[in-house]
């Protein structure tokens, strides 16, 4: 029963529903980790109503009545067990957390984690990982199958023999459950992005320093959140987003004039929520902005020069978003 039980908490990592259950068989064994994940999952919930509420239940009584008596006890059970639950994994991490019971949010060699994961696959559900040095692996240890991974970090450095594997690698089953991909470029070559838009299961893209083509995020047709840098951009690219139709969060680095700004929002993003940009826009780039169709718009962040603030493009984008308009 544990492992099967343990198989449901890897099939769905982000859903609480399997730990709770996990944790209630874990409890009647009288077993620690039990109290743990509750406490954790509890934790993590979005709050509502008074800060007071109990926050914690077992057969419908509380157990603690506060967030603060949740991680007084949270902070007890690590410094008592957390050797003991850390064991399967510390060996091939540099850094980790424990989140909603288990070691997560893990940093680490990829050659030494990527040679652990035959040992703990089957044991910790790490849904988040960060690797750096991918040089020192292989392309074939990204064969490792994770499962439970759906967030993954990548740092790739200028050196020839780094973009080799990144760019080998990316294709391989390591990747194949990740949603969301975050790429710290440098040295980056169109192997490894022409191997990103393979990734067609992607919700969430971040690409920093690493040239992203219209085509890749034409082919990208899932994503809900792209975070670009500048130089993370080539000219292509504007036309292609209007593919991205069910982008929901865009953040870009690029500075825009306005006919680079009217191609970005020309069609396409009406369900997007949140649009930042972190360069400096032109006037004219404003004035597009504040022209454009953004239906679901919830949230727009600009920068401008100072000497922008009681010009034309800005008022105008005031009067257009009110209150969901930050300038910076």
Not at 84 to 93: D, G, M, S, T
Not at 199 to 215: E, N
């Amino acid at each position: 029963m544990t492992a099967e039980l343990l198989q449901q908490i890897f099939d769905a990592p982000e859903d609480d529903t399997p730990r709770l259950i996990y944790a209630d068989h874990l409890l009647d064994r009288g077993d620690p980790l039990g109290e743990l994940i509750h406490m954790q999952c509890a934790l993590a919930r979005p709050r509502h109503g008074s800060p007071m509420a109990p926050a914690l239940w077992r057969d419908g009584k509380p157990l603690l009545d506060t967030d603060v008596e949740l991680e007084h006890r949270e902070r007890a059970l690590l410094q008592q067990h957390a050797d003991v639950w850390l064991a399967p994994v510390r060996p091939y991490l540099r850094s980790w957390a424990f989140v909603r019971g288990f070691p997560d949010h893990v940093t680490a060699d990829a050659a030494t984690f990527l040679a652990g994961v035959p040992s703990f696959r089957g044991r910790v559900p790490i849904s988040r990982v960060g690797l750096s040095s991918i040089g020192n692996a292989t392309p074939a240890a990204f064969d490792a199958e994770l499962p439970s991974l759906r967030e993954l970090e990548i740092s790739v450095s200028t050196s020839a023999d780094e973009r080799s594997v990144a760019g080998q690698a990316i294709g391989r089953a390591f990747f194949a459950p990740v949603r969301a991909l975050t790429v710290w470029g440098h040295g980056v070559d169109d192997q490894l992005v022409r191997g990103i838009a393979e990734l067609d299961q992607l919700t969430s893209l971040v690409a920093h320093s690493c040239k992203i083509t219209g085509r890749t995020l034409g082919r990208l047709t899932g994503l809900e959140s792209l975070t670009l840098d500048s130089d993370a951009l080539r000219r292509d690219w504007p036309g292609q987003l209007p593919k991205l139709t069910r982008l929901r969060s865009l953040a870009l680095g690029a500075n825009l004039d306005g006919d680079r700004m009217t191609a970005l929002l020309a069609s396409g993003l009406a369900r997007l929520e949140h649009l930042r940009f972190d360069a400096l826009l032109a006037d004219d780039a404003l004035l597009a902005l504040a022209a454009a169709e953004l239906p679901a718009l919830r949230s727009l962040a600009v920068r401008v020069h100072g000497y922008q603030l009681d010009r034309e493009g800005v008022r105008v984008l005031r009067e257009r978003f009110g209150e969901r308009l930050e300038v910076a």
